[in-house]
């Protein structure tokens, strides 16, 4: 299993979704998404419900893009089934991996892009600044990068300026990488946020089409990895 395979990324802090799961000949039924990665996918359900739901049936799930007014249809097959208490879990398989990265790893999180490599701290205080991506020219929001890779940034901030962003999920980013390789604009999405110890972090994700910026950070990074080896 490679290592994209591995990762598994929550998908409950981002746009309203809403999930259904149907069977060939049964009505389809809510369900709630608790974690995903590039080959697959994890939705409880109600322990009650007579949907056949045995290893190797296949299924289709419906993902509603409340915010956007989207509805993505996802093809897969249950891999495992367990009870845990009054909900059921099932693990699914995506038959159609390649289709699910296209259509839903922008807006979900779901899929890790690729091109993932492991994170690397950077220079200490590297500024960031965020505006919400369906108003970048409002106010602006500077965190402090914690750690970068190929995929996405951490940063932290004020518990205030988390309150400025007002629940956005997507951003335009400036991340000051450092004297060599300078600023860098791209567009992010959130993929988690947490509180702790008086600040928030965001976990972002860059676009996965934005070549010209991955180029940038992948030099980035690659220079890190060099000081880091020093």
Same mark, same amino acid.
């Given at each position: 299993?490679?290592r ?18 149907a ?13 995903a990665?590039?080959?697959g996918?994890?939705v409880?359900?109600?322990?009650d419900?007579h949907?056949?739901t045995?290893?190797g ?9 409340v ?13 495992s ?19 699910v990265?296209r ?13 993932e490599?492991?994170?690397h ?36 901030? /004020? #518990?205030? @300026? !988390?309150?400025? $962003? +007002?629940?956005a ?21 959130l ?12 976990g972002?994700?860059? /676009? #996965?089409? @934005? !070549?010209?910026? $991955? +180029? ?15």
């Amino acid at each position: 299993m490679g290592r994209r395979s591995r990762y598994r990324v929550s998908v409950d802090t981002v746009d309203p979704v809403k999930v259904t799961l149907a069977v060939r000949g049964w009505p389809p039924i809510g369900v709630q998404i608790r974690n995903a990665n590039a080959r697959g996918i994890a939705v409880d359900m109600g322990a009650d419900s007579h949907i056949p739901t045995s290893p190797g049936n296949l299924v289709e799930l419906t993902v509603w893009l409340v915010m956007r007014h989207r509805a993505v249809v996802v093809p897969a097959e249950i891999v495992s089934a367990t009870e845990q208490g009054d909900r059921r879990r099932l693990g699914l398989r995506f038959t159609e991996p390649d289709a699910v990265d296209r259509e839903l790893a922008h807006d979900l999180g779901v899929v890790f892009n690729r091109r993932e490599t492991p994170r690397h701290p950077v220079r200490s205080f590297t500024p960031v600044t965020l505006c919400p991506a369906d108003d970048p020219h409002g106010p602006a929001v500077y965190a402090t990068a914690f750690d970068l890779s190929l995929g996405g940034v951490g940063v932290s901030m /004020a #518990p205030m @300026d !988390d309150g400025r $962003l +007002a629940g956005a999920v997507r951003f335009q980013a400036e991340i000051e990488l450092d004297e060599t390789h300078g600023k860098l604009t791209t567009q992010v999405a959130l993929r988690h946020r947490r509180l702790s110890g008086g600040r928030v972090s965001y976990g972002l994700r860059f /676009a #996965p089409d @934005d !070549d010209q910026a $991955l +180029a940038a950070i992948q030099s980035a990074v690659g220079a890190f990895i060099a000081h880091d080896a020093a």
